[in-house]
């Protein structure tokens, strides 16, 4: 069935140097997406959101890329630190499914000092 | 206000309990969510509430009620819960149904003996 999933399970990188989190999802009809951070015992904290009609979108040390032609979305995180050592999740909205908003399975990030 | 307030951020009940989950907003969304999260794994749709109106059930089973007295709350009726309903269960709001940011709350812990 159609779905919003993730490459790698888990990513180490060191502290300072910037992390990459790949998303793939199957639904061209997708128009709106969303990272999440997600810490221990937190709720998903929203990161960053980018439209359809949009190729890349920056906020402050990130940056999210969408390539609608392989229907790939991916997370830059410039000079990590060990506060970003979490859980991240995509997410898909299908305007056609009233705003459901469909998570991939996550990627666990670890940044080691 | 930028927050989505849930409680309790702990439960434990045992399977012939009534109990209920609350959630709080104070943005003016007119949207609003209960999602289900186990340990490790992305959170799943149960219930979506439009301008105070149930809009999308997940096909939930019946021991799951939601309710939306007003535009700000939501809460999350649990009766003759099974140990499998354990998980983390998170509450969110957008401003409307259609594609913008969902805000998420820090969701209960709940655990069903």
């Known amino acids: 069935g159609e779905s919003v999933g993730l490459h790698l399970p888990t990513l180490s990188v060191q502290e300072g140097d910037n992390s990459i989190i790949n998303c793939a999802y199957s639904n061209s009809a997708s128009d709106y997406f969303i990272w999440y951070k997600q810490e221990s015992g937190k709720g998903p904290q929203f990161i960053i959101d980018i439209r359809s009609n949009m190729d890349k979108r920056q906020g402050q040390r990130v940056t999210v890329l969408l390539n609608k032609t392989v229907k790939h979305l991916s997370l830059q995180i410039a000079a990590t630190q060990p506060g970003d050592s979490a859980v991240y999740f995509c997410?898909?909205?299908?305007?056609?499914?009233?705003?459901?908003?469909?998570f991939g399975q996550g990627t666990e990030l670890s940044v080691k000092p | 206000d930028t927050e989505v307030t849930q409680t309790p951020k702990h439960l434990v009940m045992g399977m012939t309990n009534k109990k209920s989950l609350k959630c709080e907003q104070h943005?003016?969304?007119?949207?609003m969510y209960w999602y289900k999260q186990k340990a490790k794994k992305p959170p799943e749709l149960m219930f979506v509430y439009s301008y105070e109106k149930l809009s999308i059930n997940e096909s939930v089973p019946s021991r799951f009620s939601p309710e939306c007295p007003n535009s700000s709350l939501l809460n999350l009726h649990l009766h003759a819960l099974q140990p499998e309903d354990s998980a983390l269960y998170l509450c969110a709001s957008r401003k409307s149904p259609t594609n913008e940011k969902l805000f998420f709350g820090s969701g209960t812990q709940l655990s069903v003996l």
């Open positions: 943005m003016g969304h007119r949207a």
């Open positions: 997410a898909e909205a299908r305007y056609n499914q009233g705003g459901k908003l469909i």
